[in-house]
Each structure stands twice: as structure tokens, then as C-alpha cells.
């Protein structure tokens, strides 16, 4: 097979639960809040969670293999990651012959490390790792650069296996999901933002990118019926001291179990069990937790953790299908690839 670009090479070029809430908890060390700080709360006593937040951060999903065996970061590790993030935003131009489209200086991946100075953002298992793929999980691998052959659906984010038609297309280019929104939420490329919206009996979720929203009720309703699947799942939340945890099953079959950059999809969703845990910590920091189980998928649930920021300006339209000309351009090359392939040319 000729590889294709993807999408989001183009847009750089042209332009029954195993865990419940409560034990969960007990595999996450309880957060502290700053200190001198008071937990802002609601009418209702509950704290105040409500705003715009910002989930970038330079530290790495898993814990680099030269930082085996240490879990924090001294102060040069630190200022080194530092200094490559802001390296990596300078507006460069491209070698000669390259038709210049966006480099890394129009990312917004930040340029801070988490507020614990983790080596990772995985918390457990302790070496900071993804648990080993249990015997026959589904990796499907994908790429930026290039098509990967592999079957249907395709669950994750970005890239592709050809230009047959839209379902050849990873779910971020048909503007399906965002390829940070989750759930759960991780750090991305840019668009790293959310918005919590919060009552006495729900609390919504807002995301930047693609605009997709949560809505989690509080009030004690059960989760949908096993028949009903949603591409963000089903989620239902309640508060334990001043942490609210959300529980979300009910994911679709055409989702990954985890997508850790959005481009590699391992397992499928429709079996995950999620459980999330939002804190507020001090006056601009939410810590976010995020604990997945998937049996098939992996030998053990893993957790994460990301120091949210509250975010320094308000959410935009993320304008996805309009204008949004990847998935023509993508069908229509594969189109004219094939003719001349009947004609008798070769690319």
C-alpha cells in the first residue's frame, strides 16, 4: 500500500467493575491543600471546582528509562526539560526545498513541569510504566506520517490505514473526539483547556477542543442500561470529603481502552472502567486523577496524575468540521492515486 499522509500531517504541511470509587481512593495518596489556603466553596458547601483549566504539562506520560527507579525530578532535570520545551517552540525555519507549513513554535504542549516534579505523570505502578498488555490485547498502532495497514474500526485519535473512505480515518480527523478530551483527559499537542461547570446536582465538563461536553449527574441515578454506549461513556459522580469522583463506563466498541498520544490504541473501550478524582489544591491548581481498568487490555489498572492550572483566558470555538478540508483532500488523493494506477502510472 502507497502510504498516505494523515490529517493532522497535512494541517502541519498546509496550514461488572473491578473498582469502585471508594477503593480507588484508597490506591491514590489523599492531596493536601496548600498551605494558609481555605477550599473556596459553593452555596451548597460543596467546594468551588467551577472554572477554565489548564491541563499542559512537559512531564512525560511514563518515566524515561535513563530515570529509572527515581519518582521526582531534581532542580536541573527540572530546568533541562524546561529548557527543551522552550527550545522546541522556536519559530525555525524549514531546510531548503521544504514548503515551510507549522513547526513545534505553533504548539502549545506548555512549559512546565507537574507541581509534584514527578518524573511521570503515571503515579501507580510505582516505576511509573504502563502495566504490561495482558496475552492478547489489541495494539493497533498508528502515525502522523504516514498510513498503517490495520483493520476497522479504527479507534484512535490521529492518522489512518488508507483513503477508502471515512472509516479508514482515525476519529479526530472526522472530528468525532478530540484527541485530548478523553475521557480520561490528557495533555496534547495544543487546546489543552476545560471548563467545569458545577450545581448542587451535576457538574458539566466543557472541552476546548472539538467542543465536546460531560454532563455527570450527582444525584445518585444509575449508570445507563449495558445497551446504551456513548463515544465519552456514561458518567456519574458524588463527593467524598471535598473530592469529587466521577465513574464512567459504557464507552463504545469504536473507542480505545487508552490512547496515550493519539496515535496508538490499545484494547477497546467498551469494557473500561474509569474513575476520575478532581481536588482543588490551592487557589489556581485542581489535581486531577484518573485511575482505568481494563483486564483484557492491560494485567492491572494504572493511575495518573495532572496538576490542572486555572487557565489565564476564556475557552473558544474549536471550529472542526467547518472548514475542514483534510478528509476531502485525503478521499480525493486516494482517488487520483487510483486512476493512475489504472492508467498504468505508479507514485
Known amino acids: 500500500m502507497t502510504s498516505r499522509p494523515s490529517f493532522a500531517s497535512l494541517c502541519l504541511v498546509a496550514a461488572a467493575l473491578l473498582f469502585a470509587p471508594h477503593a480507588v481512593a484508597e490506591a491514590v495518596a489523599q492531596p493536601e491543600a496548600a498551605d494558609g489556603w481555605t ?3 459553593l452555596a451548597d458547601g460543596r467546594p468551588d471546582l467551577t472554572g477554565v483549566w489548564d491541563f499542559r504539562s512537559i512531564t512525560p506520560l511514563e518515566r524515561p528509562e535513563e530515570l529509572a527507579g527515581r519518582a521526582e525530578l531534581t532542580e536541573e532535570d527540572e530546568a533541562a526539560l524546561v529548557e527543551r520545551a522552550l527550545d522546541r517552540q522556536i519559530d525555525r525555519r524549514p531546510p531548503p526545498g521544504q514548503v515551510g507549513g507549522y513547526n513545534q513554535f505553533w504548539m502549545d504542549r506548555g512549559v512546565q513541569v507537574n507541581e509534584n516534579r514527578r518524573t511521570s505523570l ?3 505502578p510505582p516505576d511509573g510504566r504502563l502495566p504490561p498488555l495482558a496475552p492478547g490485547a489489541i495494539h493497533q498502532p498508528g502515525s502522523l506520517l504516514e498510513d498503517i495497514p490495520g483493520e476497522r474500526p479504527v479507534r484512535y485519535r490521529a492518522g489512518g490505514i488508507g483513503a477508502d473512505g471515512p472509516e479508514d480515518r482515525g476519529i479526530a480527523e472526522r472530528c468525532l473526539l478530540g484527541f485530548n478530551v478523553g475521557p480520561p483527559m490528557r495533555p496534547g499537542g495544543y487546546n489543552n483547556n476545560m471548563q467545569l461547570f458545577q450545581t448542587a446536582d451535576q457538574v458539566t465538563i466543557l472541552h476546548e477542543m472539538v467542543h465536546d461536553v460531560r454532563v455527570i449527574p450527582l444525584d445518585g441515578r444509575p449508570q445507563l442500561p449495558d445497551h446504551m454506549r456513548q463515544w465519552l461513556g456514561s458518567s456519574r459522580g458524588l463527593w467524598e470529603g471535598d473530592t469529587l469522583v466521577v465513574e464512567t463506563t459504557n464507552f463504545t466498541d469504536k473507542t480505545p481502552a487508552y490512547d496515550p ?3 496508538t490504541g490499545y484494547g477497546i473501550g467498551a469494557n473500561m472502567h474509569l474513575v476520575e478524582r478532581f481536588t482543588r489544591t490551592a487557589e489556581d491548581i485542581l ?3 484518573y485511575t482505568l481498568t481494563e483486564p483484557a487490555t492491560f494485567t492491572r489498572p494504572f493511575t495518573v496524575a495532572i ?3 486555572r487557565g489565564e483566558a476564556p475557552l473558544f470555538e474549536y471550529a472542526c468540521h467547518e472548514g475542514n478540508y483534510g478528509m476531502v483532500d485525503i ?5 487520483h492515486q487510483e486512476r493512475e494506477a489504472q492508467a498504468g502510472g505508479s507514485r
Do not use: W
Open 39 to 41: 477550599v473556596p466553596r
Open 122 to 124: 503515571i503515579v501507580d
Open 261 to 263: 498520544n493519539g496515535t
Open 287 to 289: 489535581l486531577y486523577e
Open 307 to 309: 496538576h490542572m492550572r
Open 331 to 335: 478521499l480525493a488523493g486516494g482517488r
